[in-house]
């Protein structure tokens, strides 16, 4: 890993350290906080979104406002505190201030039997109810039989927030990356995904580009289903999209399909993966997950795949306090920037070309673009060259000739430049058109 | 096993044991007999087709009468015996009474050296000759040189005999299924086909149902071929085939493809036989077997699939006195009857379905669909609705839903009406018109 | 192996034998030498195209002499002789006479580290120059200071030469074979593949066949760009390609596809394999290679195969004076000759028919197609005529049965002339039309 990955691995590390502390939820005042800090890197615009509106079959749920929240034992020992830790909290509970038994009380708490040191996380967001969450052992030493509780908490008439960052390329024709932004203090889900695609936003912010590109910071579910609705009209013009999550984890890299299997983005991330040295685990699609989900609803069916390491309880630590800082490394965070910069790579670069001297191969050594003395094996230099010539009828795409010939994208594209430079290649119209 | 399966088991098994002594062959009584048993149990209807009846390329043949075969030693011994079993006779042979050489006998004479206490099982259908089959052991005893041989059998003008039950849906279309009639003592081929087709037009007669069922027992070969000739001006109404047969031995339920090998009953068999724990056994269409090799000849193509156990030589008594009642167990019959009512119960559920709220997911929540916890997994039960809503954009049936997700039809099936219910989903039409 | 296939395979190596002291480069007399014997054999048509012809986006080279070439030491020994091997001098050097310090010559010179006994194969066909190629052991000798060094050779305004034997069928559609004329005293690479197809020339020349076979012996790349460009106009009416090399050595036969990798071609080959008892190994297209590279460019695209045994460096002699007359076997000729009989047996007898009796199965006994006792077994003779009645529905060839049924082409050819000969058949088209 170069000096530079190992540096933005670091800065990348710090930014989810200043995120981690903010009890952020679907709606409030936590994920405003938290687009306020990424705005500082990326040219961020925020949208709020007034509760009731109408977005599909969904309404804008109510802002949720928590101030503070605690359960005190018969001796006014604070045995829960939300201060102490956000998770503590059910997720958009309702407001209570109430002295009830145990028995009352239980209903209530949520612990992990088999994970007794950590504090689950749990929400209630469609289904009005309070809630505390802590660990097997806190639970174990409450004593006593009264509990003073108070969730210091109430559901306001507000909006919800998601904020966005476009980067204007040649044609309005928009690739979308979605990173989910409504978990509290959990690292890898998903302040790991905000920071990578922060860091993307920066990478690409300095190059030409032929497509859109927009990035959207926004809630689970609800949010999606809401920038969905509010840019209905605009969704045509969407080629593609990638939800890129829980990429801090020291798990392998995975790859999630689209509902079809075969959509351009489904063939896009498995090649950068492997041109990176990964193997490439890749997924069958699954109506379970994050925003692929929605993008790939029958309605909208956006080729929407996705990109994350230990995804979706694929690890023990998942949807607990034991996803911490500790959990996440500079290096995995590196790692999924530099695939990420791959897979925008081959959306740019993929394309479909014609040779221009199709009848027989051209003679490549008068146009010093072949080794000079024969009988001897070639390199990759030239069988990029051979397989981008053979494969150059107007039916086949780099991608497709980096599928077929085992030569990475960036060896196939370079021999597609250099022919094309010679005056014998002609770039017919990029290639995702085709795959749509 | 459920009390009532192992009871449905005894019941095939009784039907079994009074079907086995009779000696049937592609004509005459014995498949009389046969049928008017079976006309106990279910509403059967009986057609005879005259003798030399042009059915497609052949001719309905004579009807064989056997009324009495041995064979006599020097000392006037009955060495070989039809009245001992009546596989003792090469079946449709020709009448002879004669007193021979052993060296004439001998040609006549059939055993099977590898299992020297079975006797064989042979036919003579269509080249005209006398044979006696016995065991090796009974063979290998016989002395002397003369021998009296009787075959007091003729083949008569008269006609071929083949039954059917129709169970009428609500369309005219329908679905076939055929079980040979022709074999005399051998109870797993194929008196336990019989037998479980019986029970199962038993078990759909008391239920409401989109499909027309017909049930076809008739001989082997010559019998598919008169009735396909018989009922050529209506197999535009066939959807699919089922070839049920030999489903009493002990052995794995295997399914043979129809000569497409992608036809809807393809899908439907090897899903019922997952969806009961079996491991799918599949094997490819062959031109050899039983009467799929008709139903599925070019010039008819019914897409037409065989359930059987071990078919078609795959068991060492196959075709021999060994295939007697103690082969067959009740159990087995019970399971093959269950798989077979999951196979109907696939073909009448399967269908496509329209999500209509599928921009984004609809909410389930509020509609009593779905857990109210947020924060941990979710159930098969969930998952199928998911997967439904997700998939139902007009190209996905139930059934490939239920291939996709990994999901039982019935979880798959269960979902969609429960979202039909809920006004989600629209019926478009059933599946299988589609498929084929 | 027969006895007559051992008397062939002796034949191919004498023929070898005489061929291989022949010093042949992509033009010039070598070439033409060859050819002469090569028409003793078959009847030869040779074609000589003018230095300077445009041929593509090629031109025909100059033609190249070489009368001789040494290295003299200081003592004025010959240490490096082109009367010695011919594999001593850079093919196409030119030429050359001056003493020079062993540092400048050093750089022309070419050896094996790791083959220390083996003297190289180098060109230097199209960037100017030229050099020796010497054993390891012989460099490691060399000792002095200075050289004469001498290349007897000159680039003179000639003709590219090749070779053609058309063997004419019922209609004007061609099969072409290539097989590569350029190289110098290598048996395997490519004497071989001379000695094969001449000898396959006289053994399709006593039959009666459909198709015209054209095979071509002319240099590697420039030589197939030059017969292409010739032939422009009449590509197509060629339905298919076989380039034949390299099938003397004792590795198993391989077959590389055409780069659709689903042609007709692409079927025959590895049933051919198959059917004489080899395990098919089938290798993908690349666009490295032999002439297949120049009929499956993008602008000519005649499907094209390519059958070897160890092709392209995949042995260790490949390209030195290694590949000698030890490498090449007889019986590894004899059987590369016999698969492709097989193959052209296939091109010719594949076809696609249809069964005039196709409802039902027609009744095989009554015309003696069938064995005559019923309840054993059928054999493959039985098992060929049922699979080719039941395909034969006008969208299945001989191959499709071949493939899908197990058993050997040649069987299913048998049992279709047989159903043809009983009037059950009829043959609609040959089969390739449909696969291009």
Known sequence: ????????????????????????SITGQGVRDTLAIIAEHVDLRVTEVPTGE???????????????????????RKVIDFAAHNLHVVSYSDGVHRTMSREELEPHLHSLPDHPDWIPYRTSYYNRGWGFCLSQRQRDALSGERFEVCIDAELIDGSLTYGEVVIPGETDEEIVFYSHVCHPSLANDNLAGLAVCTFL?????????????????GPG???????????????????????AVLLGDRGPLRYKQSPSGDAHIDRIVPRALADRGHE???????????EERQFGSPGIRIPTGRLSRSANAGYPEYHSSADNLDLVSGESLAESLAVLERVVDII????????????????????????DSGGKRVGN????????????????????????????????????????????????????????
């Not at 101030?67 to 034992?73: C, E, H, L």
């Not at 740019?348 to 080794?371: F, I, M, S, T, V």
């Not at 991608?399 to 005056?423: C, M, P, Q, Y």
Request: aromatic share 10%.
């Open 1 to 24: 890993m170069s000096e530079a990955s190992v540096a933005r691995g670091e800065e990348m590390l710090a930014l989810i350290e200043r995120l981690y502390p903010i009890c952020r």
């Open 54 to 76: 109408q977005v599909f079959d969904w309404q804008v749920p109510r802002e949720w406002v928590i101030r503070d929240a605690w359960v005190k034992d018969d001796d006014g």
């Open 201 to 217: 936003v920066q990478a690409l912010a300095g190059q030409r580009r032929r497509f859109t590109y927009r990035f959207v910071f």
């Open 221 to 243: 579910t609800i949010g999606s289903i809401t920038w969905l609705a509010r840019n209905e009209e605009r969704l045509g013009d969407i080629r593609m999209g990638l939800v």
């Open 280 to 290: 490439a685990i890749v997924e069958p699609f699954s109506p379970y997950g994050y």
């Open 348 to 371: 740019e670069r993929d394309a479909c070309y014609l040779n221009l001297a199709g009848k027989g191969e051209p003679q490549l050594g008068r146009r010093g673009l072949y080794g």
């Open 381 to 436: 230099w030239e069988m990029a060259m051979l397989w981008v010539l053979n494969q150059s009828d107007g039916s086949h795409t780099l991608l497709d000739i980096a599928e077929k010939s085992g030569l990475t994208f960036a060896e196939v594209a370079a021999a597609a430049d250099n022919l094309l430079a010679a005056g014998l290649l002609e770039r017919l119209h990029d290639s995702n058109r085709k795959q749509q």
